[in-house]
């Protein structure tokens, strides 16, 4: 069964600087099927990246991803106040798995 | 704009069944080639994608629940459904309904705000 790590749990980080969040798979995500959430608390989730790269509708061009088969990438280009909040990976090809999450917190 | 709403009781006994129904408002369920879904969250926890349908009835269930759950749609209310039988402790979460992209059942593309179902006597 496919495993989806994230890294690091946390992110210290300021607005303004750039944040790198990783994905890795156990085993390769097929199709690239792999897509990115922001989730803020009491707050729905929100789909940032789906097909490992492709950002979602409404989602500023500071938000950028990569990735194919086991490793993929969320990077925050310049981090804005409203960014700061958890983000999931999700492989959403069978088997449909979350990450554990990635909590990015103010500096 | 698109709007989903969850909504049911708060508090299940353990080995009932969880019933919630989420409310569509800015599009139509039966008018729409997305798929409708159920994705949870436990307390302190990740997320875990439930399952979806579409509305003429093609369903897609996570396989770690799938003995235990059933989603279904009204379209006369534009609402959708989750039943989760012989519930326990461990499927205490915030549940989020949602819309998910065409033959992507998993990919939910809008979400609700969610509600906290509690298991417990």
């Known amino acids: 069964e496919n495993v989806l790590t994230q890294s690091p749990g946390t992110l210290s980080l300021s607005p303004g600087e750039r944040a790198t969040l990783s994905c890795r798979a156990s085993?390769?995500?097929?199709?690239?099927?792999l897509a990115w959430y922001q989730h803020k608390p009491g707050q729905a989730p929100r789909l940032l990246i789906y097909?490992?790269?492709a950002r979602a509708t409404g989602i500023p061009d500071r938000f950028s991803a990569s990735g194919s088969g086991t490793d993929f990438t969320l990077t925050i280009s310049r981090l804005e106040p409203e960014d700061f909040a958890v983000y999931y990976c999700?492989?959403?090809?069978?088997?449909?798995?979350f990450g554990g999450g990635t909590k990015v917190e103010i500096k | 704009q698109l709007q989903l709403q969850e909504s049911g009781p708060g508090l299940v006994k353990p080995s009932e069944t969880l019933s919630l129904t989420c409310t569509v408002s800015?599009?139509?369920?039966?008018?729409?080639?997305?798929?409708w879904g159920w994705i949870r969250q436990p307390p302190g926890k990740g997320l875990e994608w439930i399952g979806s349908?579409?509305?003429?009835?093609?369903?897609y269930y996570n396989p770690s629940l799938k003995s235990r759950v059933s989603i279904s749609v009204e379209t006369s209310k534009n609402q959708f459904s989750l039943n989760l039988r012989s519930v326990t402790a461990s499927d205490t979460a915030v549940y989020y309904c949602?819309?998910?992209?065409?033959?992507?059942?998993?990919?939910?593309?809008?979400w609700g705000q969610g509600t906290l179902v509690t298991v417990s006597s």
């Open positions: 949602a819309r998910a992209r065409p033959r992507a059942a998993a990919l939910s593309e809008s």
């Open positions: 800015g599009d139509s369920i039966s008018g729409s080639s997305y798929l």
């Open positions: 349908m579409y509305y003429n009835g093609g369903t």
């Open positions: 085993q390769s995500v097929s199709s690239n099927y």
């Open positions: 097909g490992a790269s």
């Open positions: 999700q492989q959403y090809g069978s088997p449909y798995i």
